[in-house]
């Protein structure tokens, strides 16, 4: 089954820049949505970012537009999620998940999961 190894994370102050990675295995590049989730404790895990390996399609939440990236690096079986600008809101547990088709890419429900890395961010 797919497994999923998400680093970068970090403290940073507001309008600052992160890069997490998610490095992954048994994920067929091409045939595979991965998506990149937000946490905070006590709250549902939300989705932020998902890109299709196929055609490179990707999805942002609103409150991200225009500020985060997703991308891939398929040889190196990598998903970058590069974070720009960055707000107090944006702080919590980031999460890589995988799972799903095509159709359901914008709005993933991952099956198979990482283990996170905190990302926060000072006003």
């Known amino acids: 089954q797919p497994r999923l190894v998400e680093s970068g994370g970090g403290s940073v102050q507001a309008g600052g820049s992160l890069r997490l990675s998610c490095v992954t295995s048994?994920?067929?590049?091409?045939?595979?949505?991965v998506g990149w989730f937000r946490q905070v404790s006590g709250k549902d895990r939300v989705g932020i970012a998902q890109?299709?390996?196929?055609?490179?399609?990707?999805y942002y939440a609103d409150s991200v537009k225009g500020r985060f990236n997703i991308s891939q690096d398929s040889a190196a079986n990598t998903v970058y999620l590069q974070m720009n600008m960055l707000k107090p809101e944006d702080s919590g547990m980031y999460y890589c998940?995988?799972?799903?088709?095509?159709?359901?890419?914008?709005?993933?429900?991952?099956?198979?999961w990482g283990q996170g890395t905190q990302v926060t961010v000072s006003s």
């Open positions: 998940g995988t799972g799903g088709n095509r159709r359901d890419c914008s709005d993933l429900v991952a099956r198979f």
């Open positions: 048994n994920v067929i590049y091409g045939r595979a949505c």
């Open positions: 890109i299709w390996t196929g055609d490179l399609s990707t």
